[in-house]
């Protein structure tokens, strides 16, 4: 029985002034990719504005988008791409665009970097959980109390999704990618790439201390080095308040005023993350990751471990374990019909070309 062409899903890429030029090519770059190597279309995009006119990046690079937004319909989904300043980027015109896209014509929504911001400006992501550029957690979370921002790298919430800045956008993409059709195609693309390992929403930003103290708090901030000086053979709570001249009590309640937990939770979350890294970073045994990192016993560590990301550690370098190369397609097996976009012609002449299998519905 003959398996069905997949449908070619249009995305439009909404930019907004000042936005990170290295977000969008990293959640474009995999659609082109995945054309590439299935040798077929199957994705389409357009950059927009939402007045057809040039927009600046935040580097200073002048970008002529393809489309005017108000004349575009029909788009499977929308990615808002924000960057620098992104609540002067924001206007009365560009939130009801959003919200009749939402409304008419686009399910699916997702914003990069700081694109985030203008979803919940709209009211778009009430009652979902987002990711943002670490930069705007606090203010964000601050302003738009029914949404959930998280610290993940990126998100996939129902219809929504949505990454941090820098080269989240492509970690987020792969996964989508992947979960369209499958993960073969999806760890090719990154081995193109050369992108050794693709993050998942359980890898969260490193956000800087400092940014979320200030410059207000130097004994917590102190105490915070000391621990993460520490992660091997942890300090005592009492010895850590002792260090910076307060006692317990008022230690735990700087810990619960201004990082929202315990000191021995704040601990706990360095010391595992730290095994996290070291988990797929390195084949250091499972044993030995935990006493570098502070645990008495392998049973305590994996239980920590399941409980605070939702895996228990030997299942999680399963996961991350090198998958074989991507399967060539069959010798005498025709190649995809001509497709009419430009990239997917010009990738013809590569090597890649039409050389993964991809999973059909």
């Known amino acids: 029985m003959e398996t069905e062409a997949p449908v070619c899903q249009t995305i439009g890429f909404l930019l907004l002034d000042q936005f990170t030029l290295i977000?969008?090519?990293?959640?474009?770059?995999?659609?082109?990719?995945?054309?590439?190597?299935?040798?077929?279309?199957?994705?389409?995009?357009?950059?927009?504005?939402?007045?057809?006119?040039?927009?600046?990046?935040?580097?200073?690079?002048?970008?002529?988008?393809?489309?005017?937004?108000?004349?575009?319909?029909?788009?499977?989904?929308?990615?808002?791409c924000g960057g620098v300043g992104i609540q002067q980027a924001i206007s009365p015109a560009l939130i009801a665009w959003l919200r009749s896209q939402a409304r008419l014509y686009c399910k699916r929504l997702g914003a990069v970097c700081t694109g985030s911001w203008a979803l919940a400006q709209a009211g778009l992501l009430d009652g979902f959980q987002c990711s943002v550029h670490w930069e705007l957690m606090a203010s964000m979370q601050e302003a738009f109390t029914r949404v959930k921002v998280?610290?993940?790298?990126?998100?996939?919430?129902?219809?929504?999704?949505?990454?941090?800045?820098?080269?989240?956008?492509?970690?987020?993409?792969?996964?989508?990618?992947?979960?369209?059709?499958?993960?073969?195609?999806?760890?090719?693309?990154?081995?193109?790439?050369?992108?050794?390992?693709?993050?998942?929403?359980?890898?969260h930003q490193r956000v800087p201390l400092k940014h979320l103290l200030g410059t207000q708090q130097p004994k917590l901030q102190e105490v915070v080095a000391l621990m993460e000086a520490n992660l091997e053979e942890p300090i005592d709570l009492d010895e850590l308040a002792a260090y910076v001249h307060v006692s317990r009590?008022?230690?735990?309640?700087?810990?619960?005023?201004?990082?929202?937990?315990?000191p021995s939770r704040y601990y706990l979350k360095l010391r595992l993350t730290r095994a996290r890294q070291l988990l797929m970073q390195t084949p250091i045994s499972i044993v030995e990751l935990a006493v570098v990192c502070g645990f008495v016993s392998t049973p305590h560590f994996s239980k920590c471990y399941r409980d605070f990301f939702g895996v228990a550690p030997s299942d999680e370098r399963s996961d991350m374990r090198?998958?074989?190369?991507?399967?060539?397609?069959?010798?005498?097996?025709?190649?995809?019909?001509?497709?009419?976009r430009n990239t997917l012609e010009q990738a013809r002449d590569e090597p890649t070309f039409a050389t993964v299998q991809i999973q059909r519905r």
């Open 322 to 340: 090198l998958h074989p190369p991507p399967a060539l397609r069959p010798e005498g097996q025709s190649l995809a019909p001509q497709q009419p």
């Open 23 to 80: 977000s969008l090519s990293c959640a474009v770059e995999p659609l082109r990719m995945a054309n590439q190597l299935a040798g077929e279309e199957l994705y389409r995009w357009q950059t927009l504005s939402l007045d057809g006119q040039p927009v600046w990046a935040s580097d200073g690079v002048s970008v002529t988008p393809d489309a005017c937004a108000q004349d575009q319909r029909g788009f499977d989904a929308v990615i808002v």
């Open 249 to 262: 009590r008022q230690l735990e309640r700087m810990f619960q005023k201004h990082l929202y937990c315990t």
């Open 150 to 203: 998280s610290s993940s790298v990126f998100t996939l919430d129902g219809n929504r999704f949505t990454s941090s800045g820098g080269t989240a956008p492509l970690d987020m993409m792969l996964h989508l990618i992947g979960r369209d059709h499958g993960h073969t195609l999806s760890a090719a693309i990154s081995q193109m790439f050369v992108y050794e390992r693709i993050r998942n929403e359980r890898d």
